[in-house]
């Protein structure tokens, strides 16, 4: 006689097991049908190998994670780019990619954002293209072309009217944004079409073709940084995959589904969405990098790396700058790098060194707090 | 400016206040001080959104790929 739903959720739900395993568990008993005495067996079993598989106290995971991350990283492609499968957008992978992820750099050598759009945009791909314009920055040589002539001092845009269209721009926005952030003078020319006359407020030949230079660098339309969108479809919905990455500007555009957009720019996710979400973009990347290559690695050593790095309310590099070189103990930073300064600076200061880690201990030949060397029996 | 929560991102796990009572039990069963909990800035936008004060610690409640759910806790720093 099978035993009912409710009795199955009292039996299971006060154990102390992880959520998933609780869930297979109902699951299972619910699907096979078990008396009260087998689902209690089962529990004993369960409890029994989940006690199996946990850590045992003492256990150097770190260094497991090390090797374990460490091994695959020696098979990866030493070659930095790669045209990954995503919409033919340039990316950096394999070992350099995760170097970059581990060194918690400002800016990857690669930015891409995946924009996810909402509804209403996701489906209709006209919507998703004049976001993607909204979104890709638009430069004059995009629009027109530029020719400085030099007899009357002048520089003379000539607009596409087609590219123009495509983008929904209109000659007088255009002549406004280049009156906005240059400092001269911007006539829109009244016989021919779509022209624009710039005249430098003094006639002199450096500032002419300081201005042909400077006239490159201005945004005409879309956000700054963000060099190329590509749209793509993804099941039902067109997503946007750009090249370059501008988090917090995407985000306050309307149409962007703020919830499902993604940047691979750690630096980027930490401070648009705090720590705990950068924490899970290094788990993230640093899994897909990893499997892109065809290297599988237990994501527990993945998110023991990510939660280190992340533990201080900050993003910190594995390295001289991050982890190692905040070590309290005076050995086991000059055991890392640069030895002769770590040795000399505490000499001269007078640090002084618990011996509470490991590394330090070695050194000077003592057991170590790890495994049975941490173990230590008190009598009453 | 357009307004949005973060807590609706998916990144983001759920990040809530905790009580003195609850503090206290995590600390007993952990067997440490608060000072010993991993950190999080005031800084931190989830923070901002929630309006924690330095001192307090919030528990977030993680999507764990291996444990279905798991709790972890920071303490609030200046």
């Known amino acids: 006689m099978s035993i009912s739903e409710p009795t199955i959720d009292s039996m299971i739900e006060s154990l102390d097991l992880p959520l998933n395993i609780k869930k297979t568990l109902k699951d299972d008993a619910l699907k096979v049908g078990v008396t009260k005495k087998e ?18 106290p003492c256990e150097a995971v770190g260094v497991v994670s090390a090797q ?24 950096t992978l394999g070992l350099p990619r995760l170097i970059e992820i581990v060194d918690a750099r400002k800016q990857p050598s690669t930015p891409m954002m995946t924009i996810a759009l909402e509804e209403g945009y996701a489906t209709d791909r006209d919507m998703a293209r004049v976001l993607a314009w909204e979104i890709e920055a638009t430069h004059i040589e995009h629009l027109a072309d530029i020719t400085t002539d030099l007899a009357n001092m002048q520089l003379i845009i000539d607009l596409h009217e087609k590219t123009l269209m495509q983008r929904s721009l209109t000659s007088e926005e255009v002549a406004e944004r280049l009156r906005d952030s240059l400092d001269v003078v911007v006539t829109v020319s009244g016989d021919i079409r779509n022209q ?30 963000i060099k190329r969108v590509v749209i793509r479809k993804d099941g039902e919905e ?8 501008q988090l917090k500007e995407v985000l306050q555009i309307e149409g962007v589904d703020v919830t499902r957009t993604y940047t691979n720019n750690i630096g980027e996710i930490y401070d648009v969405f705090g720590i705990e979400a950068a924490r899970n973009a290094i788990i993230t990347e640093a899994t897909s990098t990893l499997a892109e290559q065809g290297l599988t690695v237990d994501i527990r050593h993945i998110m023991l790396v990510a939660d280190i790095m ?16 905040e070590k309290a103990s005076v050995f086991a930073r000059a055991a890392f790098e640069v030895t002769v300064n770590h040795l000399l600076d505490a000499g001269m200061r007078g640090d002084r060194d618990e011996l509470n880690g490991v590394t330090e201990n070695i050194i000077v030949g003592q057991p170590i707090k790890l495994g049975t060397g941490d173990v230590h029996l008190i009598s009453r | 400016m357009r307004k949005f929560s973060l807590l609706d991102h998916e ?28 950190k999080i800035k005031i800084e931190d936008p ?4 929630i ?10 409640t993680r999507n764990s790929q291996t444990a279905g759910q798991a709790f972890y806790y920071r303490h609030v720093i200046a």
């Open chain 1, 238 to 245: 067109y997503t946007l995959y750009t090249e370059g990455s």
């Open chain 2, 46 to 49: 989830v923070i901002q959104e």
């Open chain 2, 51 to 60: 309006g924690a004060q330095a001192g307090e610690v919030v528990r977030i």
């Open chain 1, 196 to 225: 624009i006359v710039l005249t430098p407020n003094s006639p002199s030949y450096r500032e002419l073709l300081q201005l042909a230079k400077n006239i490159h660098n201005i945004t005409l339309k879309g956000i700054e940084g």
């Open chain 1, 68 to 91: 374990s991350i460490g091994e695959p990283g020696t098979q990866m492609t030493m070659r930095t780019f790669h045209y990954a499968g995503v919409a033919e957008i340039n990316v």
């Open chain 1, 310 to 325: 992340c533990s201080d309310g900050e993003v910190k590099q594995i390295g001289r700058h991050g982890i190692s070189g």
């Open chain 2, 11 to 38: 990144l983001i796990p759920k990040h809530e206040i905790m009580s003195e009572d609850e503090l206290k039990a995590i600390l007993k069963t952990y067997n440490i001080g608060k000072e010993q909990l991993p």
């Open chain 1, 39 to 56: 689902l209690e067996d089962i529990i004993e079993r369960v409890l029994e190998s989940y006690d199996y598989a946990c850590v045992e």
